[in-house]
């Protein structure tokens, strides 16, 4: 599974939180999300890849990444990450 960043139309980090406007509406992201965005950066990269790099960073959750596809699932809900099945 591969994620990619979409375009929003404005974002200030604050401490380690990102508040994102997307379309009309204001969204403030947990530091998890907001890293995950931020590794995401421009580019295209595996959800192993950013999963890996997360639980560097915040620990690993544990549950066999039920915690990281539920993240992704609500980034994607709020129209902030596109998922591919490109390989």
Same mark, same amino acid.
């Given at each position: ?22 379309? %009309?509406?204001?969204? +403030? ?6 890293? +995950? ?37 609500? %980034?994607?809900?709020?129209? +902030? ?7």
């Amino acid at each position: 599974m591969r994620l990619r960043r979409t375009p929003v139309v404005d974002e200030v980090l604050l401490d380690d939180e990102l508040v994102v406007m997307v379309g %009309l509406q204001v969204m +403030l992201l947990s530091p998890l999300a907001s890293r +995950l965005l931020t590794l995401l950066g421009g580019e295209e990269r595996t959800l192993a890849e950013v999963a890996d790099e997360l639980a560097a960073e915040f620990g690993d959750p544990g549950d066999g990444g039920a915690a990281m596809t539920a993240q992704v699932e609500a %980034l994607v809900a709020g129209g +902030l990450v596109v998922v591919s099945d490109r390989v």
